[in-house]
């Protein structure tokens, strides 16, 4: 039976998640409203309103379209592109490993590796190791067959930049779906059988359908998480050549350990946030729609 004060006892959480979340956030929208830089300390500290967020969002010589915007297309090219392929290789391979045969719990243990594996060491070992045009894989086996190996990294950063966000989510893609997969009735699956349910049938016009939502949560887990990733990038590319693999959280990085700008550096994240935030919303509600409508 419920208390009156029972929620007291949720009171200590409560402030310490509003503390470690929402004071850092109110930090940076204040930041925002402020001319603060680092590299001139001699400067003043100037109260500006809303002019670090014009500062971005200002066209002032249409139709030549201002740098944040092109960041904030990549941003979202490389959030979307990465979001899709790890939607749909991870639903492929969870019904690879959705099967009990010998060596399966070794096989899920061996794809579940990259995602536990840091992301800026990871980088640094695709850099160095495998794309590396004179001592990489991918020079040595290009060589070996003919080829001159082309720097990946210098001429198609953006699409290195996808395959390596999408090699380190998977996983996480696929531990969510497998537990989908797992959790049909064994009902179900007898059934299929009895109804003469070919494998196309069985996977992507019953399977899929019934575990939608374990993909609609981890797409939406997968945008928090990969919105936000600026490691790779940082010991990969390093946002270039110029600024063709920045997305908004690395130009944040740069704003504020490049540039010294603290008021920028808090306008840019701060409508970062607000946009991922948006999505996350957006895509919230198309689950509960979709909830709703097989209730």
Not at 158 to 186: D, K, N, T
């Amino acid at each position: 039976m419920k208390k009156e004060k029972d929620w007291l006892f949720l009171l200590p959480a409560i402030l310490v998640v509003a503390v470690m979340t929402q004071v850092p956030f109110i930090l940076t929208i204040i930041y925002s409203t402020l001319k603060w830089n680092l590299s001139r300390p001699d400067l003043p500290i100037k109260f500006i309103g809303f002019e670090n967020y014009l500062y971005y969002l200002r066209i002032p010589e249409f139709p030549v379209i201002p740098e944040f915007y092109s960041i904030f297309w990549q941003t979202i090219v490389l959030t979307l592109s990465t979001l899709i392929f790890c939607a749909v290789f991870g639903f492929l391979f969870s019904i690879l490993l959705d099967h009990q045969v010998p060596g399966i719990n070794i096989a899920r243990t061996l794809i579940m590796g990259p995602f536990f594996v840091m992301s800026t060491a990871s980088g640094v070992i695709w850099k160095t190791t495998i794309f590396n045009t004179t001592f990489g894989w991918y020079g040595v086996i290009a060589k070996s067959l003919g080829f001159t190996p082309v720097d990946l990294l210098s001429y198609h950063p953006m699409a290195v930049i996808i395959f390596l966000f999408s090699w380190q989510w998977i996983p996480f893609f696929v531990l969510i779906i497998l537990a989908g997969l797992q959790g049909i009735s064994g009902d179900v699956v007898d059934s299929m059988r009895v109804d003469g349910a070919n494998w196309f049938e069985s996977t992507f016009m019953i399977k899929l359908p019934m575990i939608s939502q374990h993909v609609m949560v981890a797409t939406m887990l997968g945008l928090i998480f990969i919105v936000k990733e600026i490691g790779l990038i940082l010991v990969t590319t390093a946002g270039g050549p110029g600024t063709r693999s920045y997305n908004l959280p690395y130009a944040v990085y740069m704003e504020i350990f490049n540039g010294s700008q603290v008021g920028r550096a808090g306008a840019l994240a701060t409508m970062t946030v607000a946009i991922t935030l948006i999505s996350v919303n957006v895509l919230y509600r198309i689950i509960k729609k979709r909830s709703a409508s097989f209730e």
